[in-house]
């Protein structure tokens, strides 16, 4: 019985699992990529705070972070211009020291039925949620490559796999980000950088507000859910902090569903 007391309360992996590692997590001033930041603060890691255009809500979270004892940098920049993602990783990797995680969270959607789609709809969506890792992750790749690795998280979606009406682009863009992953898995593993999607289903932030403010849609959301409710940000974070740590060293090229079991549900969406 005596060795009970000695026994930690929360197994020791757990604990500060990214101290001493550098992560960059994109879109990270809302939604599942500011419960990212936090969380991977939460376990050591130093934090950089991508946004987009004004700096107030990359700065809350960066004061929520020092807050809490942890290490944050706020990160302007548009995904999709390779002129900011450049300076963005170089300033950050100047900042921290290293990259050795980065989190393509960014990600916009548009609604609207697909004989009525326009092409700036269409470029819009391709640029931020495909050309946007796309430029990160070379970025972040090639500083990963001489430092000895890394781990390239994506926030992609269950529409990587499933159709989802009125949202081609989307499910385009995350579509292409699945193959992204499964082709860079492989091209990167000889540099010892792991590649893996993370697919959320209905998560509370703000990209669905939408149907979550509207209480009829809301409740056919939740009956698509086996597990009869809609996700936290939270519950997005703490798988990619387990991804990001050494824990999940040896996962690579695959997809991690985070749904409730929203893509099995027959007839679902
Ligand atoms: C979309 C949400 C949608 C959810 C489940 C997510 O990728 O961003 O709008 O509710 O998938 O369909």
Redesign the pocket.
Same mark, same amino acid.
């Given at each position: 019985m005596s060795t009970l007391r000695h026994m930690p309360s929360t197994p020791p992996s757990q604990h500060r699992s990214l101290q001493g590692k550098a992560a960059l997590v994109t879109g990270a001033s809302s939604g599942i990529g500011r419960e990212i930041a936090l969380e991977l603060a939460r376990r050591g890691a130093v934090v950089g705070v991508n946004y987009i255009g004004k700096p107030d809500a990359a700065q809350e979270v960066v004061q929520a972070i020092a807050n809490e004892q942890g290490k944050a940098l706020a990160c302007e920049a548009d995904v999709s211009k390779a002129a900011d993602v450049t300076r963005m990783v170089s300033d950050f990797i100047k900042q921290a020291g290293r990259i050795d995680v980065l989190v393509n969270n960014a990600g916009i959607?548009e609604e609207s039925p697909f004989l009525e789609k326009t092409e700036e709809e269409w470029d819009k969506v391709m640029a931020v949620n495909l050309k946007g890792p796309f430029l990160c992750t070379q970025m972040a790749a090639r500083s990963m490559a001489k430092t000895g690795g890394g781990t390239i998280i994506n926030i992609s979606?269950?529409?990587e796999d499933l159709p989802?009406p009125g949202y081609a682009s989307y499910c385009a863009a995350k579509g292409g980000l699945r193959m992204l992953c499964r082709d860079l898995a492989l091209e990167l593993a000889p540099h010892k950088i792991n590649v893996v999607n993370v697919a959320?289903?209905?998560i509370a932030t703000p990209?669905?507000l939408r149907?979550l403010q509207d209480p009829e849609k809301k409740l056919a *959301?939740i009956r698509e859910i086996p597990l009869g409710r809609i996700g936290e940000p939270s519950d997005v974070a703490k798988l990619v902090c387990y991804l990001a740590s050494d824990d999940a060293s040896y996962i690579t090229g695959t997809t991690v569903v985070i749904d409730g079991g *929203?893509m099995h549900q027959t007839g679902s *969406?």
């Open positions: 959607e979606s269950v529409h989802f959320p289903g209905a990209i669905n149907t *959301l *929203l *969406l």
